[in-house]
């Protein structure tokens, strides 16, 4: 053999060799974190700070690849894509549990909260915390909540009084309670993935929609939507869920610095949630693009009332107690 081709093969295998520890370093483990919003939003830099925590400290031992904007999976398919393994952490709206925990439609009923700070005190007491259990049976653990805000109505009209949206298309979340709330109105929901919406808005397939200012901004839903009416009349907020086979099979020691981290996480996202939506909300103001209704305190009780007949019809599904817990958590009740 030609030395210079023996040389090479030697280097050759001398680089396998010294791969070997590459090799070990491939048994790093990696989370796919998937969502369907903006990397500017609550979620979205959530998503981004847990990555770059985790990679900080455990270092070739844990990477984070995150996927926003419904780049990975959608809303149809993540709950699937979870259970499946083909993705370990996703953070749904609270909203889209529906099929799989009654007790979670709590967080869809209007009017229920009078602001994210009483979401927060519920979130954070034993009822609360339970529900994060709630889908055990199925193989799902909730990691923790994450704040997003409270909801707006935007349509391609003025909706001042409930009468105003009598007729009108909604676009909803994959909810039952959604659902009825849109129909107490007299109103056409529509079931719909979250990134679906701008089209339908832009070219009529439905005429309004209900979302937090975060979202309305950036995706741009204020360039198709002349108006927002400010409601706050339900929340949008998230459960941080994981494959609890997945999560339970991580070596201690990673899962209990991860679980460290997660909570580090959700503590920043829900200090910074109120403060990028109050950003948007102005960012939306000073596009002129939509006018922006105040509700005088007659017309919202009158909101209020029309959507009231919801809870009945949830009431037994969810349970009286769980609504009562929820409602203790309003510093007016
Ligand atoms: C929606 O579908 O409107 C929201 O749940 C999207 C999100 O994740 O904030």
Redesign the pocket.
């Known amino acids: 053999m030609h030395p210079v081709r023996f040389v090479a093969l030697l280097s050759t295998a001398l680089l396998a060799g010294l791969a070997l520890p590459a090799a070990e370093a491939g048994a790093e483990i990696v989370i796919k974190f998937s969502?369907?919003?903006a990397e500017s939003?609550p979620?979205g830099q959530g998503a981004l700070l847990f990555k770059k925590l985790a990679e900080e400290r455990l270092p070739g031992e844990v990477k984070v690849e995150v996927y926003p904007n419904s780049q990975l999976f959608g809303?149809a398919k993540e709950m699937e894509a979870l259970a499946l393994g083909d993705v370990q952490i996703i953070?749904?709206?609270l909203?889209?549990f529906d099929k799989f925990t009654k007790q979670l439609q709590v967080f869809d009923l209007p009017f229920l909260f009078d602001d994210i700070a009483a979401v927060d005190r519920f979130q954070q007491s034993d009822d609360g915390k339970q529900l994060l259990t709630s889908m055990e049976d199925l193989g799902y653990v909730g990691l923790g909540y994450w704040h997003?805000g409270m909801k707006q109505l935007s349509a391609n009209k003025p909706l001042k009084t409930p009468a105003d949206a009598a007729g009108l298309k909604f676009r909803i979340?994959a909810s039952d309670v959604l659902l009825a709330q849109f129909e107490a109105l007299d109103a056409n929901p529509q079931k719909m993935?979250?990134a679906e919406?701008y089209q339908a808005l832009q070219v009529g397939t439905v005429d309004g929609?209900e979302?937090?200012w975060s979202?309305i901004y950036t995706q741009k839903f204020f360039e198709v939507q002349p108006y927002i009416t400010e409601t706050n009349h339900g929340v949008?907020d998230?459960m941080v869920v994981t494959n609890s086979e997945f999560w339970n099979g991580l070596p201690e020691d990673i899962r209990t610095e991860l679980e460290a981290i997660m909570a580090e996480v959700t503590a920043e996202v829900n200090k910074l949630a109120e403060d990028l939506n109050q950003k948007d909300k102005q960012k939306i103001v000073d596009s002129g693009n939509s006018e922006i209704i105040t509700l005088t305190p007659e017309q919202r009780a009158e909101w209020v009332g029309a959507m009231q007949p919801v809870w009945d019809q949830f009431r037994e599904d969810i349970g009286q107690d769980l609504i009562d817990a929820a409602k203790s958590a309003n510093t007016s009740s």
């Open positions: 969502h369907v919003v939003t979620k809303d953070a749904p709206s909203s889209k997003n979340q993935a979250f919406v929609q979302n937090t979202n949008i998230y």
